[in-house]
C-alpha cells in the first residue's frame, strides 16, 4: 500500500510504499490475535458477485493481495490450483485444523474452506489483503482481526442471483440449488457488517466497493504511522517561530 508521506531530502510531497507500522489492536476476545496490515472481509451469497467485484477493485488500487483460502472442493473448469483456490482433500483439510493452521474455517455448502494463518501472515506483509469468506467465517474473523473491515455484497433480488448461479455455468444444478436456498439464511446476516454494496450495475458497485477501501486507508488510526515526516516538518517550523509580539 502507498502512503503519502514526505522525503526527507526534498521538498515535494512523496508516495512512501509500506511505511505505516502494523495494526491490530490486541483483541478483547482472542489472545490469538493475528496481526496484519488492513485485511478486508468480503461475504456473500454464492453468485452476488464477489470475486468479480475483488479482481476488479485490486485492478484499480495498488497494494490489495487477495487471500487464496484452502477447500476441500472440487476445482471448477476454470480454476487453477493456488490461483482461486488451494485445493484439498478432507483429511488435509482436517489434519491443518487440528494442527490449528486456520484463522477461521467453516463448512459452506457441504464443503470445508479455510484461511490459513501462513497465507494471511504472508500475504498481508506489505499489503493490505482482502478474504472472500463466508458468513461464518466472518465471525471468527471478527474475534481474531477486530480491525478488519467488513463488507457485505448484496444480491439486487432473488431472481438475478439464480440467473447469475446458473449464467456462470461452473457449478451443477444441484450445487446451484442448494446455494440458492442457504442464500436465503446468508443475506440476513448482512446487518453485521461494516458496509453494504448492492451489486446490481457493475461498474457502480465496484465503485462503492472502491470507495470502502479508500475511506478506510484514510482513516487517522491508520494514516498515523506515515505522518510522521509531515508533523516533524511542522514541529520544526514552531522552534523557529517569531518572539512574542513579533508579527
Ligand atoms: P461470487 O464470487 O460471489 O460467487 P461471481 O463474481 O463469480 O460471484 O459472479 C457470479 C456471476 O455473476 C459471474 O458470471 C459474474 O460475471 C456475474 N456478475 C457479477 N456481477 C454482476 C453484475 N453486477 N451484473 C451482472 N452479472 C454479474
Ligand atoms: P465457492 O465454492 O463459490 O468458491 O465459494 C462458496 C462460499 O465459500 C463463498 O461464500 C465464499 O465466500 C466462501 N469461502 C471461500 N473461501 C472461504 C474461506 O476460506 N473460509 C470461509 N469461511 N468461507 C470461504
Redesign the pocket.
Known sequence: MEFLGRDTESRDLVHVPNSRPCIGPPSEYDKEEVVTNMVFVVS????????????KARRDLAGLAFSVSHTTRKPRPSERDGVEYRFVSEKVFARMVRAGRFVEWARVHGHLYGTSKAEVERKSRGHDLIL?IDVQGTRQVRKKIPSAVFVF?MP?VFA?LRR??E??K?DSPEDISRRLRDAAGEILAFAEFDYVVV????ER?VGELKSVIVAARCRSAVRAGALGPILRSFASRARSSPKKGKP
Open positions: 456473500g451469497p454464492s453468485g452476488c458477485g464477489k470475486s468479480t467485484l475483488i479482481a472472500d455484497i439486487p438475478e447469475r448461479l449464467r456462470r461452473e451489486n446490481d450495475e457493475l458497485a
